[in-house]
């Protein structure tokens, strides 16, 4: 239940982080496309286990963003994922290649005081980022889904590649 309750409240706090001008047809049409510019798109993927782990890792393709600020941002776990006050960063790092930007984060929360929410503060600190596909997995459930400036709400049944492939 609390893993739940914990998706949910990421799935507004996204949706509700995202400001900008709304297209509603861009939206409603947008997941389809998805699959067309999905290299291009930063990724978060989230995992919480049984035991109160939470694992993030943000992977930001090569010319998505200006590296240098996003490194900047990355480097602290409080501008990706805070979970509140019953959860305590264990690590953090940021790594770059030729190819990404990554950062990558652990941490704990307490057994007996399960994290109430979850803040996903991207589109907060990185005024460039457009778009994020999200990953979130729990031990009850697993949700895919797009947040896009532009709008009002994540975007699920996105297509991660062309139909028939």
Known sequence: MRQTRLVWLCLVLLASGCGGERSMEFCERHGAEHWQHRAEVTVLDMQLDEVGVLNAVVTIPRGALDWMPAGQVLASAANVVDAGPTCAPQAA???RDENALLGEYRLQCSGDAPPAG?????FQHLD???????????PAVSKHFLVNRRCERALFNVLTQREGM
């Open 93 to 95: 790092s940021v790594t």
């Open 118 to 122: 979850l803040t996903v503060a991207l």
């Open 128 to 138: 460039e980022l457009r778009e994020v596909e999200v990953t979130m997995t729990t």
